[in-house]
């Protein structure tokens, strides 16, 4: 059986600390809540839709009962605000903010409205922001923390042809964790990107995979990745674990690419350039 990449951390790793991680309810998100509770620290896991987060909460607490779970939309200030007053009043500090929420839809340029641009910049850039903007000066009180934006391996200088709107939001993000941290490195806090490329959630398969427009995807995808393989969301969990533990403290500024390579090879051609 093939061994977990999360067994070479050791047992109560993050004990006394808190985690919170936004669209934690399920996906990469909820494998990093899952490995955070795990090796002892508490959890705080937020995201949008209340049915999923109830699942993940219970699955959470069957592991580490210092689980706390909020609905919210990180687009809103006010929203934000609550869950950072919650995390607090509840546990105390944050120690590792985990800004996983995000999402985007694959799309020719011409296919996006005004309002469907503004809604995926609004989350994935904005939100990031909202949600760095409330934490960081807590971490920089504290004189200690770890901030790690999950963006995508099309956040880079190959663009984004399927994702113009994403693309564009989750570079605005890699630039911002480099801003970031030249300010945060002083007070003890680190900032880094995480890149995943192609990874087997249940995401993956309902909003890219599963649509017909986009033939065989799935089948391409693989093909094109030099691993000839689907990351997991378990192997970004450990890579984000080990962004917040003792080993990664002089690491700030930085973008891991966990893709199997798949920046380096070809890229399947998810949408036909003769349309634009």
């Known amino acids: 059986m093939k061994d977990s990449p999360l067994e070479i951390f050791k047992p109560d790793l993050f004990k006394g600390r808190t985690a919170l991680i936004t669209g934690g309810a399920r996906g990469i998100g909820l494998a990093i809540a899952t490995a955070f509770a795990r090796y002892g620290a508490s959890v705080v896991i937020a995201s949008r839709n209340s049915e999923n987060l109830q699942s993940a909460r219970e699955q959470l607490a069957a592991i580490n009962p210092n689980c706390l779970a909020q609905q919210v939309n990180i687009r809103d200030t006010a929203d934000v605000e609550n869950l950072v007053s919650a995390a607090k009043e509840r546990f105390g500090r944050i120690d590792f903010l985990i800004n996983n929420a995000g999402g985007q839809f694959p799309a020719r340029p011409s296919q996006i409205s005004d309002n469907g641009w503004r809604a995926v910049v609004d989350l994935n850039l904005n939100g990031t922001w909202n949600m760095c903007s409330r934490v960081a000066p807590l971490m920089v009180d504290q004189g200690f923390g770890a901030i790690v934006n999950v963006v995508h391996v099309y956040s880079f200088n190959r663009g984004a042809p399927p994702f113009?709107?994403?693309?564009?939001?989750?570079?605005?993000?890699?630039?911002?964790?480099?801003?970031?941290?030249?300010?945060?490195?002083?007070?003890?806090?680190?900032?880094?990107?995480?890149?995943?490329?192609?990874?087997?959630?249940?995401?993956?398969?309902?909003?890219e995979f599963a649509s017909a427009e986009y033939g065989d995807l799935a089948e391409s995808t693989l093909r094109d990745v030099p691993a000839h393989r689907?990351?997991?969301?378990?192997?970004?969990?450990?890579?984000?674990?080990?962004?917040?533990?003792?080993?990664?403290?002089?690491?700030?500024g930085a973008s891991i690419v966990a893709d199997g390579a798949q920046f380096m090879g070809n890229w399947a051609p998810m949408v036909d350039p003769e349309q634009f």
């Open 230 to 252: 689907m990351g997991t969301a378990e192997e970004m969990a450990a890579i984000t674990l080990f962004l917040c533990s003792p080993a990664a403290r002089y690491i700030n």
């Open 164 to 207: 113009v709107h994403s693309g564009a939001a989750r570079a605005g993000v890699v630039n911002m964790t480099q801003s970031l941290s030249y300010y945060l490195a002083r007070k003890g806090v680190t900032v880094n990107a995480l890149a995943p490329g192609s990874i087997d959630t249940q995401g993956i398969h309902e909003e």
